[in-house]
């Protein structure tokens, strides 16, 4: 053999590892791929469970409508799956940004009784404006944030 042939073979060789490298390589990524869909899959199938239940404790009072509202906007804004299309979920935006500017927890006790009675009865206003459509739209979510399917597929898929 001549120096030639075994440059070649050693150039075939080069390939040949080269693409077994890729191969491997672009295994690890389907399979990062496949893991962070189920993850996403995941929490996505947690935070309509979250969502249901907050929109049903909203709907028997044990949540207060400006709280349950707000709580419910942030888990819809992280929540990436599908969404029922027969649902306008403006309200919770408009409660959420009405209310944006209010401290809580440690601020809220903080705040003299004079300003809290002030946020209080915003509070109320804005409860008062949008109760029966935030009453509403917790009827629909009680039930799923996906749209439902007909057959034992959308029992399935709401189930979760």
Avoid: C
Wanted: charged share 25%; aromatic share 6%; proline share 2%.
């Amino acid at each position: 053999m001549t120096i030639n042939d075994w440059l070649i073979i050693l150039g075939l060789i080069t390939i040949f590892a080269l693409a077994l490298y890729a191969v491997i390589l672009w295994r690890r990524v389907w399979r990062n791929q496949q893991r962070l869909a189920k993850q996403e899959q995941e929490r996505n199938t947690r935070l309509e469970g979250d969502i249901r239940i907050l929109a049903q404790s909203l709907l028997s009072g044990q949540l207060p409508l400006i709280e349950g509202a707000i709580r419910i906007k942030v888990l819809l804004d992280n929540y990436s799956g599908q969404r029922r299309a027969d649902v306008d979920l403006q309200v919770f935006e408009t409660i959420y940004d009405a209310t944006a500017h209010i401290p809580t927890h440690q601020a809220w006790t903080e705040l003299p009784k004079a300003q809290r009675r002030l946020h209080e009865r915003q509070m109320e206003t804005l409860e008062a404006q949008h109760r029966s459509e935030v009453v509403q739209v917790a009827r629909v979510l009680s039930s799923g944030v996906r749209p439902a399917t007909s057959g034992a597929a959308g029992k399935d898929q709401t189930a979760e």
